[in-house]
């Protein structure tokens, strides 16, 4: 039941406070309310006082100025010599039949004329009259300050009592006198009772309006929500959001430095400045804001607004990760597994990943599993691997379940797995508590921050959502095994030779630092030059390159241009950046329409960042229609694994009926990426399928999926290839290495050797040259041409068996039979070097003579240079000249100079014989 609250002055008296102080801090409001209302007019200053005191006057023409010197004094300070001060205090009295009293007597003295007069001749002596009103109104305001602080205590004793329950709707009056008062601290409270709309009817307008009134006062608390509410409101309000944080700030308020932080990073009413962002983010960081330390972690990580430096980087994850952050423990866990920035731990990685996973993040939970599987940092246990992928397949991982069956063909028995699905079952994810608590900022400065709150509103889970920025690496599959030098030299020879493929390698071997000095601009320049050429990923690569400054000057709109160009060719990081270049006004104008169309391409081909940033594009005009299709997308997002979707799903949820939240899930249940060909010029229609012959590209994958389930060898080796190159759907090194082991172990001849290539390369799985051997062996002993040239190579370097260049002759041997044109230059080699077999450069010559004929340009050098030395041919300048143009023609290094050498010892007919028979060579190949 509703208290029977009292209210005006009675209120106070019941509340404890005296009536004479009580009726002077009201009588406060009043003065300075009258000064402004005698300005217009003696008529408006009466009709003011009696409003503003007769709640303390108790009724009745008489008691308004029998009790109330205020009302003169209101008018002007000096008023009180006038014979009216002593009429106002006078008791009542009854003069006969007509009850006249002195307040009739003052009302007839105060006719307007007198009034007039009596103003004009106090404004004559208004210099003094105002001093002494300052000096009064100085002790009111102190007297009301007081008054207003035990009204609030007793506001305050009813809200949080030390005994008893709680009572929130007792302590709205008090609240409201105190406020009414200029109670800054009562003032925050009832805004935020209006916010919530649990105590009072919910009022957001008068909420804003008591939270600046706290503000204005100087509050930091106030500062500090009413900054947070105008950032997320965004607009007109940018200016004041700016100087309200600014004021915490400068206090010392960490969230205020983070928020700081954040609007330099954004360019948002300030510069873009990354270098400022990071100062601010530093500055909360310093303080324990664990939100800022992870920022902090990201901007070393991608050199934004600092030199790159991952061991910073690494240092300020693990602040974050220490306090509970799950975002920071899984970067933390990256950076052990990979040996970024701290040196390489797989147990570190295992405890790292562990605790994220415990809070709920499914690709934690994934690479754990991972870590189990292979015994890395922790012991192999299949029981633990299963039970890791089904929590992260309860979290939303898209891949977890297909990998628990994987698990099976490894050997998982079916106790372990029922083990594994009753923990499962019981796992809970925990969030870890912030630890990080500060005092609550009153109007005087301080040098901690405000905690963080909780997410309110839709406003809030929407920049949580886009808050987080990750470090540029990919959920971990198992570890990636990286190129040899001489590969490295390969790529290098092939990029020079202009492919473009081969050039966007060597720009990210440029961006890593793997096997060639880390170069930002060695990188740009050769994402430069396959971008030129039209590769989809150089493009790409160069437009990043522009839009963060690595290695090119730094130019946003260059960047547009470029993400253009790859994304119309389909290119689906592509299409993903394109949308936030115009969402955000990135060297582009602002356009949400093209936003939208962008970010739908890349969500329609299942990029998850690009579904969950067009569930957020689709709230910004909050009409039902767009939530319904945020909604849609964010589930969507969610099944994919996105943890932040769910935040989004949070405030979604209750905007929607049951029956559009049917609809919205029936929708996202029923979406399947379809991966988008790239433009090209149309095909002849009679080199086109027609729809008869060939199904719907979704449907093939579906019926491969259903026969690869099923066992067929063919179905998987199929589906592996389809995920290996991202024929039909998006590329899946983890998945094609998984549906090529099952159709290996069933014996296809493809997918033998071809599981060995992926474990020597540690594609999708982790490099393993001893299982690479294994598979590779099989097949060669099948009669794989491509897989004996393989065992010999390995067999030569030691990688995976034991060196022996004996067994590396014989299977070089065994594969030059089948026309291998690489087994039979290798055989030239060991021969011309006497390696595992007797020297013999006659039988050398004519190996290398085949592999020559067939194309291969380093043993068309090879026989070029025993032509020149007369080594098991003999000595023939012209044969030396035209096998030397012809190695040089395939961009081998080093053939060009030496036929230059050559050619000044021959003559003219010589010359020109030679390149003749280098003009018309044409390589072919042994059947």
């Not at 649990?198 to 929500?225: F, I, Q, T």
């Not at 400054?549 to 389909?570: I, N, T």
């Not at 997002?637 to 799903?649: P, V, W």
């Not at 240079?865 to 395939?890: C, E, K």
């Amino acid at each position: 039941m509703k208290p029977d609250l009292p209210t005006g002055a009675n209120a106070m008296t019941r509340l404890g406070i005296p009536v004479q102080e009580a009726f002077e801090t009201q009588v406060a409001d009043f003065q300075r309310q009258a000064r402004k209302a005698a300005l217009r007019g003696p008529g408006t200053t009466l009709s003011l006082g009696r409003r503003c005191c007769s709640p303390f006057l108790g009724g009745g023409r008489g008691a308004f100025l029998r009790r109330t010197s205020g009302l003169v004094m209101a008018w002007h300070p000096l008023a009180t010599i006038l014979p009216l001060k002593k009429a106002v205090f006078f008791p009542r009295k009854r003069h006969g039949r007509n009850e006249m009293d002195l307040y009739d007597l003052g009302m007839i003295l105060l006719t307007p004329a007198r009034v007039w007069l009596l103003w004009i001749w106090l404004a004559v002596l208004g210099l003094s009259g105002v001093a002494w009103a300052q000096k009064a109104e100085t002790g009111t305001e102190r007297r009301t300050s007081a008054a207003a602080e035990r009204v609030y205590q007793i506001g305050l004793a009813q809200a949080m009592p030390e005994d008893g329950p709680q009572d929130l709707k007792a302590a709205v009056v008090p609240f409201k006198q105190a406020a009414v008062l200029g109670h800054a601290k009562a003032a925050f409270l009832l805004a935020q009772f209006y916010f919530e709309g649990e105590v009072v009817p919910k009022d957001e307008v008068e909420g804003m309006r008591l939270l600046r009134a706290s503000a204005a006062r100087g509050h930091g608390d106030a500062l500090m929500d009413l900054a947070e509410r105008l950032y997320h409101a965004g607009g007109s309000g940018d200016a004041e959001m700016l100087s309200c944080a600014t004021q915490v700030a400068e206090r010392g308020h960490a969230k205020a430095q983070y928020l700081l932080g954040t609007l330099h990073d954004e360019g948002r009413v300030v510069k873009k400045d990354p270098a400022a962002a990071l100062q601010w983010f530093l500055k909360a960081a310093a303080l324990g804001f664990r939100k800022a330390q992870f920022n902090a972690g990201v901007h070393y990580a991608l050199g934004k607004g600092a030199a790159k430096d991952e061991a910073e980087a690494a240092w300020w994850y693990r602040q974050a990760a220490e306090q509970g952050d799950e975002l920071a423990q899984y970067n933390l866990g990256v950076f052990f597994s990979k040996g970024r920035g701290v040196a390489q731990d797989a147990a570190k990685a295992a405890r790292w990943y562990t605790r994220a996973a415990e809070q709920g993040m499914p690709e934690a939970a994934r690479n754990l599993s991972i870590l189990h599987f292979t015994g890395r940092g922790v012991a192999k246990d299949l029981g633990k691997a299963c039970l890791w992928l089904l929590i992260a397949d309860r979290m939303g991982s898209p891949t977890a379940a297909a990998e628990v069956k994987e698990l099976e063909a490894a050997g998982l028995t079916r106790s372990q797995r029922v083990e594994a699905e009753r923990l499962a079952a019981e796992f809970t994810p925990v969030k870890e508590p912030d630890p990080f608590k500060a005092p609550v900022l009153e109007a005087a400065p301080a040098s901690s921050a405000a905690p963080e709150p909780a997410p309110a509103d839709l406003a809030e889970a929407r920049r949580q959502a886009t808050a987080f920025v990750p470090v540029p690496e990919k959920a971990e599959g198992p570890a990636q095994g990286g190129m040899t030098e001489e590969e490295v030299e390969l790529v290098r020879k092939a990029a020079e030779g202009g492919h473009a493929e081969a050039q966007v390698k060597m720009s990210r071997l440029y961006q890593s630092g793997h096997r060639v000095p880390k170069d930002n601009a060695q990188a740009a320049k050769w994402a430069r030059k396959a971008a030129e050429q039209g590769h989809a990923d150089g493009q790409h690569n160069l437009a990043l390159a522009y839009f963060f400054g690595y290695g090119v000057p730094q130019d946003a709109a260059l960047a547009v241009q470029w993400e253009q160009k790859a994304a119309v060719q389909g290119l689906v990081a592509a299409q993903y950046s394109l949308g936030l270049h115009y969402r955000n006004g990135l060297g582009v104008s602002k356009d949400a329409e093209a936003a939208a169309r962008w970010l739908r391409k890349a969500a329609e081909q299942g990029h998850v960042d690009a579904q969950l940033m067009l569930a957020i594009h689709s709230t910004d005009a909050l009409q039902p229609a767009d939530l319904l299709s945020a909604c849609r997308w964010a589930l969507i997002a969610r099944a994919n694994g996105s943890t932040r979707a769910l935040r989004l799903l949070e405030f979604l949820e209750p905007a929607l009926s049951p029956a559009q939240m049917a609809e919205a899930r029936s929708q996202a249940d029923a979406f399947v990426p379809v991966p988008e060909k790239a433009d090209a010029p149309a095909a002849h229609p009679a080199q086109s399928p027609s729809s008869a012959d060939s199904p719907p590209l979704t449907e093939q994958i579906k019926s491969l999926r259903r026969d690869a389930g099923r066992g067929n060898a063919e179905a998987q080796w199929t589906l592996a290839e389809r995920y290996r190159t991202g024929d039909g759907v998006a590329k899946d090194p983890a998945a094609a290495a998984r549906w090529m082991r099952r159709a290996a172990e069933q014996g296809h001849a493809r997918a033998t050797p071809m599981l060995g290539h992926l474990y020597f390369t540690g594609e999708g799985v982790e490099a393993d040259p001893v299982e690479a051997m294994k598979w590779m062996l099989r097949a060669a002993e099948w009669g794989d041409a491509n897989a004996q040239c393989v065992v010999a190579r390995a067999y030569g370097r030691g990688r995976g068996v034991k060196q022996d260049p004996a067994a590396q002759y014989q299977w070089h041997l065994k594969a030059a039979a089948h026309g291998h044109p690489e087994a039979q230059y290798g055989l030239g080699v060991s021969l011309i070097l006497g390696d595992g077999v007797p020297k013999d450069e006659e039988a050398a010559a004519a190996w290398f003579l085949k592999a020559a004929n067939q194309g291969h340009a380093e043993a068309q050098m090879n026989l070029g240079s025993l032509y020149g030395h007369g080594q098991g041919v003999p000595l023939d300048y012209m044969q030396a000249y035209r096998w030397m143009l012809i190695a040089a023609a395939q961009g081998t290094e080093g053939a060009a100079p030496h036929a230059k050498t050559i050619e000044s010892v021959l003559t003219p007919a010589e010359k020109a014989e030679g390149k003749r028979l280098a003009d018309t060579f044409v390589p072919v190949r042994e059947k």
